[in-house]
């Protein structure tokens, strides 16, 4: 079946400029979330939703960052004001269910990433 | 201090070779943890649940020791197709926390 997708898969932009991100989850997965990845460290939460809400923001980095996901599908990571810090690679991850319980039923499956460039 | 802390390495192993990486959590009321592999320039994908009883899965051996707040993976045999970063992930709710990871190179 389709697994986690991401678009665009490169995103080139000017500093101060808007940047939209995609995903797509894997469908009936309730849990999505969303990280940033620089070179030599792990992903870094963002936020977390479960269904259409945003359960969990706190990863967010500043009010310039902000995600929606309207039908508890497709969420949509949002920068404002891009700054040259946030160059990096932005993963979203789908799961069954959210953390807590036991077992691969909130494995999480990952996009490939969209490789942001701030300029 | 960070929640997950894990050894980046490198870790250069022959084939054949028993590698292990350690990772410690702060967050003592974590309920979950995995272990994540992420081969170069692509997404991170799940190697192994870790489960309080300690698990197996062919070469790979994973333990959790809760009192010390520790998770190890062990791999046995290693093959070239090892080689990549092993990421240590926490779970203590609705976040997951991950480890910097660990770089592993198998060398024929």
């Known amino acids: 079946g389709a697994g986690v997708s991401q678009t665009p898969s490169n995103k080139v932009t000017e500093k101060g400029k808007y940047v939209e991100l995609r995903c797509d989850p894997i469908s009936g997965h309730t849990a999505l979330y969303w990280y940033r990845q620089s070179l030599g460290q792990g992903p870094e939460f963002l936020i977390y939703?479960?269904?259409?809400?945003?359960?969990?923001d706190s990863g967010l980095p500043n009010d310039r960052f902000f995600a929606v996901r309207p039908e508890g599908s497709v969420s949509t990571l949002k920068i404002q004001r891009t700054e040259r810090g946030d160059s990096a690679v932005y993963l979203c991850?789908?799961?069954?269910?959210?953390?807590?319980?036991?077992?691969?039923?909130?494995?999480?499956?990952f996009g490939p990433g969209t490789r942001l460039t701030v300029l | 201090r960070k929640e997950v802390e894990q050894d980046p390495g490198p870790f250069n192993v022959p084939e054949g070779a028993t590698v292990a990486f350690n990772c410690t959590y702060s967050?003592?009321?974590?309920?979950?943890f995995f272990w994540y592999r992420q081969d170069c320039r692509k997404e991170p994908k799940l190697l192994m649940s870790v489960y309080s009883s300690g698990n197996e899965d062919g070469r790979f051996t994973a333990q959790l020791n809760r009192a010390s707040q520790y998770i190890s993976l062990l791999i046995r045999d290693s093959k070239l197709s090892d080689s990549a970063t092993y990421l240590c992930?926490?779970?203590?709710?609705?976040?997951?926390?991950f480890g910097t990871g660990t770089s592993l190179t198998v060398i024929p």
């Open positions: 967050n003592s009321a974590s309920q979950s």
């Open positions: 991850a789908s799961s069954h269910t959210s953390g807590g319980a036991l077992g691969s039923y909130n494995e999480q499956f």
């Open positions: 939703f479960q269904g259409t809400g945003a359960a969990d």
């Open positions: 992930v926490v779970n203590p709710g609705n976040q997951f926390h």
